[in-house]
């Protein structure tokens, strides 16, 4: 949350300069322009001696936002390692998926409690590495596993979409982005009570709302946001009693 204007004026009389005055003009909103697809500025970006310079044609959009920020250590990309070309030790699975070790060794193997829905690739080192499917299904019994299911009962899943790892990722992010959107529901609804009194931040509550929708609902962002569990409790918050109905008869 940036400072108000008072808190500036307070840095400012403290002798203490203002963040936003002394930051580079690289280092400002790289990640905000990025999201709105806007073109980053490199221009300002210091070039140390024996080093590349980004530009569009030789740097991937990650490199160039860390070039922006004022950044020096990344490699040229004829340097980088190529990544997935060997796959993931079981160790980096383990942080990826965040399924335990056991979890995963019973996923690839048969018997002794094991579900064998994968057969990871060994190298000739006799280690074995994990593929982007191998990480595809393991986060997908991992989200199982979330909800309580145990690893027969992942593998029934698993038989009833014919092994469609992504048929069971796209049932999982349905059911997310239904649980995301209570969460934010009662999330917004805890804030407009927390703030009851509070005019002046109900409706800045209640613009940011309107505002997300208009963002992703496009045309329909100002009913759709009123159509909102949320906006009832927030609307009558500030019109009183009864309000809501009468402000949606008007549309």
């Known amino acids: 949350m940036s ?25 400002r ?10 073109e980053i500025d490199m221009s300002h970006a210091r070039v ?6 980004p530009n569009g044609h030789c740097c991937s959009t990650l490199e160039r936002i860390y070039w922006s920020q004022g950044e020096f250590s990344m490699k040229p990309r004829h340097q980088h390692k190529k990544l997935g070309q060997a796959g993931w030790k079981i160790s980096e699975v383990e942080r990826l998926t965040g399924l335990s070790r056991r979890d995963i060794q019973r996923v690839c193997y048969q018997g002794e409690g094991g579900i064998g829905l994968l057969s990871p690739k060994e190298t ?10 191998d990480l595809k299904v393991l986060y997908a ?11 027969p009962q992942v593998k029934r899943e698993f038989e009833r979409v014919h092994s469609d790892a992504d048929a069971i990722l796209d049932e999982q992010v349905d059911l997310l982005r239904e649980e995301i959107e209570r969460n934010v529901s009662r999330y917004h609804k805890a804030l407009a009570l927390g703030h009851a009194k509070d005019r002046n931040a109900l409706e800045r509550l209640f613009r940011r709302i ?3 929708e208009l963002t992703f609902a496009g045309d329909d962002g100002p009913d759709s ?12 918050l500030m019109y009183g009693p009864g309000s809501y109905e009468g402000i949606r008869g008007l549309l």
């Not at 909103?29 to 806007?38: I, Q």
């Not at 080192?125 to 499917?133: A, D, F, M």
């Not at 019994?141 to 690893?151: I, K």
């Open 210 to 212: 309107v505002a997300f």
């Open 29 to 38: 909103s790289a990640l905000g322009r990025f999201y709105k697809n806007e």
């Open 141 to 151: 019994v991992a989200l199982l596993r979330e909800r309580g299911m145990t690893l």
């Open 124 to 133: 000739k080192w006799g280690y074995r590495v994990y593929s982007t499917r």
């Open 48 to 53: 140390p001696k024996g080093r590349f310079e």
């Open 225 to 236: 946001a009123l159509d909102l569990p949320e906006m009832e409790l927030l609307v009558e």
């Open 3 to 27: 400072p108000g204007p008072s808190c500036v004026r307070s840095l400012k009389r403290r002798g203490r300069p203002s963040r936003e005055k002394n930051t580079p003009p690289h280092r």
